[in-house]
């Protein structure tokens, strides 16, 4: 199954001007369980090419959130995403 096809929400914005945050909210706990053996802080590293992560699992509400620095500040000449609203989109087709 794919993520995308297991969430109820999956998106990504910004969290100040040098962070980024992604929800992945799950359609329900067996899902939820599930994502969590695929998905973890090293997975997200390794997917956003970054060298630390915060990754937090909520199980009172079957949430990932996970937050990294970007690479440029929002709105800055060389920042490719100002919203930050495009990060998600690698995680649409993981498998989970």
Do not use: Q
Not at 3 to 16: C, D, M, Q, T
Not at 68 to 78: C, E, N, P, T, V
């Amino acid at each position: 199954m794919k993520l995308k096809e297991a969430v109820k929400i999956l998106r990504s914005k910004n969290a100040g001007v040098w962070h980024i945050t992604i929800d992945i909210v799950f359609k329900n706990k067996g899902l939820y369980e599930r994502a969590k053996t695929r998905l973890s802080r090293d997975y997200f590293c390794t997917l956003f090419n970054r060298k630390s992560v915060d990754y937090f699992e909520c199980d009172g509400i079957n949430t990932l959130k996970v937050s990294f620095l970007r690479d440029a500040a929002a709105g800055s000449i060389s920042d490719t995403d100002c919203l930050g609203a495009n990060f998600y989109i690698p995680l649409l087709d993981v498998e989970i």
